[in-house]
């Protein structure tokens, strides 16, 4: 399993998994906290606006690494 530090590197191993032909899934889990706490928007603590954190997993039937 391979683990992307941010959208960048999602983006390549997205690349490179249509490249090899890959199928597979795609799923996808919004939500405005992490499992340790409420994340907030340095853009409006006032309002104490959550971020919103997105859960990107690709099921593939292949293994890029």
């Known amino acids: 399993m391979k683990q992307a530090s941010d959208l960048q ?3 390549r191993i997205a ?3 249509v ?3 890959a199928v597979g899934q795609t ?3 919004q939500t ?3 499992t340790e706490e ?3 928007s340095d853009e409006d603590i006032a309002g104490r606006q959550a971020l919103q954190v997105l ?3 690709l099921h593939t ?3 890029i690494t």
């Open 9 to 11: 590197e999602l983006l």
């Open 15 to 17: 690349a490179r998994l």
């Open 19 to 21: 490249e090899h032909g």
């Open 27 to 29: 799923y996808v889990n």
């Open 32 to 34: 405005n906290h992490s």
């Open 38 to 40: 409420t994340l907030l």
């Open 55 to 57: 859960r990107v997993i």
């Open 61 to 63: 039937n292949l293994d």
